[in-house]
């Protein structure tokens, strides 16, 4: 038997050190700077505006974590971008999902400061808690706020939503109405896999204008329309596929079992129901992923919670839905769907 190391533990502990490093570097615009060329550490300080100090052990501790590579030691080394920073962490990439470590930056780091807070108190920990408003009150309020969640949210969910469209049999089906489609990302995505869906990227008034352009920049605006609706008070727009990407574990248990039995009465019989999120496993041990997210929704959200497929599928079979599929997809991510 394998004696116990405080390794694990150590690395868990100070975790926070790399993310605060990585989330940085986005925001201080490391990796657009460089973008596909080299530099080295004085051309990189410079060229963004660090002290003296931060210089070499900011690059080189980026270097150690894999987001930069360098060519050589010494100050003529080189410094470049690793394959996944080009990829995911530079503006300049269609792929680009830095407005999510962003947000973490500026706003979900702060607020988990208070985590232990949260789990005596069983209350959000996030505007609510410093303001008195909700987070989306606080987002809708600020357009510039609410394009960098918007921002995130697209580039928490992009490759999730692509795999989705590559997995998923569309054949079957004529329309979608991604509802909480925030910046249309979802739709677009689809509709450009599948030319012969028309889809509908839903959600409030405030948000609208920011999928009207996100499509136009697509040019999809022929295939892919945007409706406002508030989904808590109003029914949902009738579609064959109706999807939720990262909205249901906003909610609390009731308001969870609302939007399914609204989902259930917008789709026609053959009809399909699909949420994205970061399913818990049923077991409950191994999606760290979904179930740190799930201690987010309680930072965030006070009574929201992630959720298994299995707890899905019993809320869906009360509603109505009779089978039942899950698709794997990034990052300990999955789309479960009910079919009606």
Not at 211 to 224: F, H, K, Q, S, T
Not at 263 to 276: K, R
Not at 300 to 306: A, L, N, S, V, Y
């Amino acid at each position: 038997m394998a004696q116990p190391t405080p390794e694990r533990i150590l690395q868990v502990a100070t975790g926070f050190m790399s993310a605060r490093t990585l989330q940085a570097a986005v925001s201080l615009g490391v990796f657009t700077t460089l973008g596909r060329r080299g530099m080295t550490a004085e051309e990189l300080r410079v060229a963004i505006t660090l002290a003296p100090r931060a210089s070499p052990d900011f690059f080189d501790a980026l270097v150690a974590l894999k987001f930069l590579e360098r060519d050589g030691d010494g100050p003529a080394a080189i410094y470049r971008n690793s394959a996944d920073a080009t990829a995911f962490l530079d503006r300049a990439s269609p792929a680009y999902m830095g407005g999510l470590l962003e947000m973490a930056h500026d706003r979900l780091y702060p607020f988990w400061g208070s985590l232990r807070e949260g789990l005596k108190t069983g209350k959000p920990q996030n505007e609510l808690k410093q303001t008195g408003k909700s987070l989306f009150d606080e987002l809708y309020a600020d357009p510039e706020r609410l394009e960098q969640f918007m921002a995130a949210m697209s580039g928490a969910s992009a490759a999730n939503f692509t795999m989705l469209a590559q997995k998923f049999d569309f054949s079957r089906y004529q329309t979608l109405c991604d509802v909480g489609g925030a910046a249309g990302d979802l739709s677009t995505i689809v509709a450009r896999a599948h030319p012969h869906l028309a889809c509908t990227s839903a959600d409030l008034p405030v948000v609208e204008p920011i999928a009207r352009r996100r499509i136009a920049r697509e040019g999809l605006a022929e295939r892919v329309h945007t409706a406002a609706i508030d989904f808590l008070t109003g029914p949902l727009p009738r579609a064959d596929v109706i999807t939720m990407g990262m909205i249901l574990h906003d909610w609390n248990m009731q308001i969870k079992q609302m939007l399914v039995e609204k989902a259930y009465a917008a789709l026609p019989d053959g009809g399909a129901f699909i949420v994205i999120e970061r399913l818990i496993d049923d077991a409950r041990r191994e999606n760290v992923a979904g179930l740190l997210a799930s201690l987010n929704m309680l930072v965030e959200t006070g009574d929201g919670f992630d959720y298994s497929a299995a707890d899905f599928q019993r809320w869906c079979r009360k509603a109505g839905f009779k089978r039942f599929e899950v698709l794997p997809l990034v990052g300990g991510s999955g789309a479960a769907i009910a079919y009606k």
